[in-house]
């Protein structure tokens, strides 16, 4: 092979996992999205926060692994913004907020940006 076939099957890689990564926030916003509507049982509420929280906590792992390939900052920003998406989950499932829409527009923002 290659480098050029090997470059170029790395960056389709690359653009296979954004894809994956876009539509599984695409999955957790659809959740949140049909909670902010208000019709939601207990268990919807629990199942939509935890996808969420998990989503994001395979994200933060991922992004704290040192072959990660984003510079170091832009991992540490998103690392952030990861921590906050899991407290407020956290803080939504004990109903210590109701205030779902911060959390649809910080996944939204992510989302886009892949």
Known sequence: MTF???EAVVEDSGHEARGRERRAL???????????GGRFSIEDLVQSLLYVR???TIFIEDLAHP???LPEQLR??????GVWVVKESDRLREEKSNDVMQLIEINRLIRDAL
């Not at 999955?27 to 909670?35: N, S």
């Not at 540490?76 to 913004?81: E, G, P």
Request: net charge negative.
């Open 4 to 6: 050029e076939a090997y």
């Open 76 to 81: 540490a920003d998103i690392i952030s913004i």
């Open 54 to 56: 998990r989503l994001w």
């Open 67 to 69: 072959e990660n390939g």
């Open 26 to 36: 695409s999955l957790g916003i659809d959740q949140l999205e049909r909670l902010q």
